[in-house]
């Protein structure tokens, strides 16, 4: 690990998330928003986090009657979308819209951050998703308790959606924790991810289980857990690693808004209530449940103190396991 990734793991470096700014000058908030409101998708489109994001996007636009827009800004990790972000005007008119992962790894893998996390503020931490274990069917491993005792004998290939992304994360979990030996292999988005591990191209993936789950259905690929807290309801069979004595392997990806931590906070409390009111129609809870997302609408101090948890946790993993961008 490189000195300057270590400077990032000191105390000074934990703390990724600016608190809000004190009082600030919100006189301009009665008109918000008069113009269109642009959403940058740091992940490419289709994916979880792009799909959401325009859904929210339409439900918006219905409800503060201005037009709202996402534009896909993927690389690096989602850094180059958030450094788009943060290099805008802190007015509420650009906003990013990602995962929680550009602030809480990023940071201590990347060796020249773009931007610094505390130049970003979130309006609103959305919903979670874990991820879904899943190994090639025709590697026989039919559980996790096969994978785990398979990767302490051998190197095992596991997939994920790039490097810095969820599933690459979950595979340096799973290295520090279970003590097996994985092997990283990054690919360019959710789908090729998956369709390594179907095709045997790699050992298995923790990925997006929308992604996963048409592939276990047609037996090319066996759903040994599922990362988050509570069972997936779109595989409701599928343990947790918890329920299988695994709580160390926990990861659950966070979906957030943020915008320019100079934004008046009376703005990011007109996007936040609009927000809530948007995550409450019966046709978001259904896309919710449909890319497996779990309702979270943390604001404020909540929405910081999840995300600086994780940013602890996360670096004490990059510290163990060296974890790179690269």
């Not at 966070?254 to 936040?272: E, F, G, R, W």
């Not at 129609?281 to 948890?309: M, S, V």
């Amino acid at each position: 690990m490189t000195i300057f990734s270590k400077c990032w793991l000191s105390l000074c470096g934990l703390l990724i998330i600016a608190a809000p700014a004190m009082a600030q000058d919100a006189s301009p908030t009665t008109t918000y928003p008069n113009k269109t409101v642009r959403f940058v998708s740091n992940f490419p489109p289709g994916g979880p986090a792009d799909i959401l994001a325009r859904s929210m996007a339409d439900a918006l636009q219905s409800s503060l009657k201005q037009a709202f827009i996402v534009e896909n800004k993927p690389g690096a990790g989602g850094n180059l979308g958030a450094d788009i972000v943060v290099k805008s005007p802190a007015d509420g008119y650009t906003v990013l819209f990602g995962i929680d992962t550009t602030f809480t790894v990023n940071p201590y893998i990347y060796k020249a951050m773009p931007f610094k996390p505390a130049d970003l503020k979130p309006v609103m931490v959305l919903a979670s998703s874990g991820l879904m274990v899943g190994s090639y069917s025709g590697r026989q491993f039919k559980s996790m308790k096969d994978l785990i005792a398979a990767g302490r004998s051998k190197v095992l290939n596991f997939s994920s959606a790039g490097n810095g992304s969820p599933g690459h994360l979950a595979a340096e979990i799973f290295t520090d924790a279970a003590e097996i030996k994985i092997q990283h292999v990054p690919y360019k988005g959710n789908t090729p991810a998956v369709t390594a591990v179907m095709s045997g191209e790699v050992d298995a993936g923790a990925l997006a289980t929308p992604g996963m789950l048409p592939h276990v259905k047609t037996g090319r690929i066996n759903a040994l857990a599922v990362t988050s807290r509570k069972r997936s309801k779109l595989a409701p069979d599928v343990p947790t690693v918890a329920e299988l004595g695994l709580k160390d392997l926990e990861l659950e990806v966070l979906y957030v808004v943020m915008m320019p931590s100079a934004t008046p906070d009376a703005v990011v409390q007109i996007l936040q209530n609009a927000m809530r009111s948007a995550l409450n129609q019966p046709d978001i809870k259904t896309r919710l449940i449909n890319l497996d997302l779990a309702y979270e609408g943390l604001t404020g101090k909540a929405a910081q103190t999840r995300l600086n948890d994780l940013s602890i946790r996360y670096a004490r993993i990059v510290q163990s396991t060296g974890m790179e961008s690269e």
